[in-house]
């Protein structure tokens, strides 16, 4: 059975950081697409980054291209979402997600089969 878990919220003041992880039972991250998306209250999840299988293919969202950073790290089977130059804006639930049957990047939620109950992220003075 596939489980995905991620870790790393909590509370951080505006130009913070905060790393997120994304530790995956069941099947190997090196096999996947992995997606990372979040959602604020009252609003749609959305796309924040992809990391293809190969691990040499990312895709992030507009809002946050150059601050955050996707990355795999296949010995632990883990996914990590680095949080950079944080804003208010970036407050919202966090979800990982997973795919094993998808061969390119994708930024659509409905094409990731797995999901992780999502942490928390708030950025706040």
């Known amino acids: 059975q596939v489980q995905l878990e991620e870790s790393g919220g909590g509370l951080v003041q505006p130009g913070g950081s905060l790393r997120l992880s994304c530790g995956v039972s069941?099947?190997?991250?090196?096999?996947?697409?992995m997606g990372w998306f979040r959602q604020a209250p009252g609003k749609e999840r959305e796309f924040v980054a992809t990391?293809?299988?190969?691990?040499?293919?990312?895709a992030y969202a507009d809002s946050v291209k150059g601050r955050f950073t996707i990355s795999r790290d296949d010995a632990k089977n883990t996914v990590h979402l680095q949080m950079n130059s944080l804003k208010p804006d970036d407050t919202a639930v966090y979800y990982c997600a997973a795919d094993w049957r998808i061969v390119r990047l994708t930024m659509t939620a409905s094409s990731y089969e797995y999901w992780g109950q999502g942490t928390q992220v708030t950025v706040s003075s």
């Open positions: 990391i293809d299988r190969s691990a040499y293919i990312m």
């Open positions: 069941g099947r190997t991250v090196s096999s996947a697409v």
